[in-house]
């Protein structure tokens, strides 16, 4: 059974940082399409960071240059690492993989992340 388990979320000032992790287990993130989505209150799910197996990373406009994700392959975590935070970037942060084999889409819980201003 695959499970995606987020971790890392917190209360942030606005300017700081913070590192979210998200532990992948029954799947392996070598080969997966691996992505970071976030919830704010009120608002849609909306993609923030894409690694995806083959191809490039890539990040919505409002993030780049503050945020970079990456995967330790070993420990089959994927990470994002947000710098610069911002009160806008409050919200839940998802992992989502999708299976390279199976094209299964699969979910964490969540992570919320809140920055004051």
């Known amino acids: 059974q695959v499970q995606l388990v987020e971790s890392g979320g917190g209360l942030v000032q606005a300017g700081g940082s913070l590192r979210l992790s998200c532990a992948g287990t029954?799947?392996?993130?070598?080969?997966?399409?691996l992505y970071w989505y976030r919830q704010a209150p009120g608002k849609q799910r909306e993609l923030v960071a894409s690694?995806?197996?083959?191809?490039?990373?890539d990040y919505i406009d409002s993030v780049k240059g503050r945020f970079s994700v990456s995967k330790d392959n070993d420990k089959n975590t994927l990470y994002l690492q947000m710098n610069s935070l911002k009160p806008e970037d409050t919200g839940v942060y998802y992992c989502?993989?999708?299976?390279?084999?199976?094209?299964?889409?699969?979910w964490g819980r969540g992570t919320q992340v809140t920055v004051s201003s």
């Open positions: 989502h993989a999708i299976e390279a084999w199976s094209r299964l889409p699969y």
């Open positions: 029954g799947t392996v993130f070598r080969v997966n399409d």
């Open positions: 690694l995806p197996n083959r191809g490039s990373t």
